[in-house]
């Protein structure tokens, strides 16, 4: 039988695992049997940079963890897992996904956003969208043509009333 002090230093992690999917908007599962340690070191620096964090824990203490929050993902996990935990909602996200994209050992596998079950398809949809910066960018280009028609019919206009 386990002791206590091992008992509590679980309820500890299961407890840490807990708050950091509560504050997190994107969770996300993977494998990452076959990376080396480098590997997973600059995934964990890149991360960094976005706000995001890359953690291994034991599946049966993340699976108590998500028991208590009431999401299933059993299905899941099995097997050598890895957990990104995304502060933001999309950066962290695309900087995984291209991770995986770049090393085929890596294989996204689901994940939670906003407190929800993702499936690969979503995840990937998410890792499509544009930057913050991106959609500014385009929203600001949309509104630009607006002025420059409006600009372009009253010079006409005005060149109307010269004549």
């Known amino acids: 039988m386990a002791s206590a002090k091992v008992l509590e230093s679980k309820k500890a992690v299961v407890n840490e695992i807990e708050d ?3 504050n997190s908007e994107s969770v996300i599962v993977f494998s990452y049997q076959g990376l080396t340690v480098s590997d997973l070191n600059n995934l964990r620096r890149e991360l960094k940079n976005v706000d995001g964090e890359l953690r291994v824990f034991k599946n049966t203490l993340v699976k108590r963890a998500l028991d208590e929050l009431k999401i299933n993902l059993d299905d899941f996990l099995e097997g050598p897992n890895a957990f990104m935990f995304g502060h933001e909602l999309l950066e962290p996200i695309k900087v ?3 991770f995986a994209k770049e090393n085929d050992k890596a294989e996204i596998r689901v994940g939670i956003i906003n407190g929800s079950p993702a499936d ?3 995840i990937r949809e998410y ?3 544009p930057s913050r910066e991106g959609l500014l960018t385009m929203l600001a280009g949309g509104m630009i043509q ?3 028609d409006l600009a372009i019919g009253l010079n006409l206009y005005a060149e109307k009333l010269e004549k």
Do not use: F, G, H, P
């Open 20 to 22: 950091l999917v509560k």
């Open 96 to 98: 995984l996904s291209k």
């Open 120 to 122: 690969l398809n979503t």
């Open 127 to 129: 890792a499509t969208i």
């Open 146 to 148: 607006y002025v420059r």
